[in-house]
């Protein structure tokens, strides 16, 4: 059983920073690819980045490329999203989630993650 505590989210203007932090508790951390999504009222749960177990490899949703950056830090069980230059349509409940099966590398799918964070609201204002 894993266990995901998100932080770090709040109100913003646009072109300002913020920092997700995602706890994890309950297996090897280290272990496991994990991803960040969000879901903006009345959309679908988005995929945003994915960092492997090791931290060597990231992957961004075409929307936060280039202004999103996933870290994680093993020894504190612990992902962040440092998230720059920040826009309206950022505004979103921010979900932490553990892709505990991980075979083909890093997963972009919501059903390849097995466990979820609670969420982090990220309200961007223009």
């Known amino acids: 059983q894993v266990q995901l505590v998100e932080s770090g989210g709040g109100l913003v203007q646009a072109g300002d920073s913020l920092r997700l932090s995602c706890a994890a508790s309950?297996?090897?951390?280290?272990?496991?690819?994990m991803g960040w999504f969000r879901q903006a009222p009345g959309k679908e749960r988005e995929f945003v980045a994915a960092?492997?177990?090791?931290?060597?490899?990231?992957f961004y949703g075409i929307s936060v490329r280039g202004r999103f950056a996933i870290s994680r830090d093993n020894a504190k069980n612990t992902v962040y999203l440092q998230m720059n230059m920040l826009k309206a349509e950022d505004t979103a409940v921010y979900y932490c989630a553990a892709d505990t099966g991980s075979v083909f590398g890093l997963a972009t799918m919501e059903a390849d993650y097995d466990y979820w964070g609670q969420g982090t609201q990220v309200t961007v204002s223009s």
């Open positions: 960092i492997s177990g090791s931290g060597g490899r990231t």
């Open positions: 309950g297996r090897t951390f280290s272990r496991d690819n």
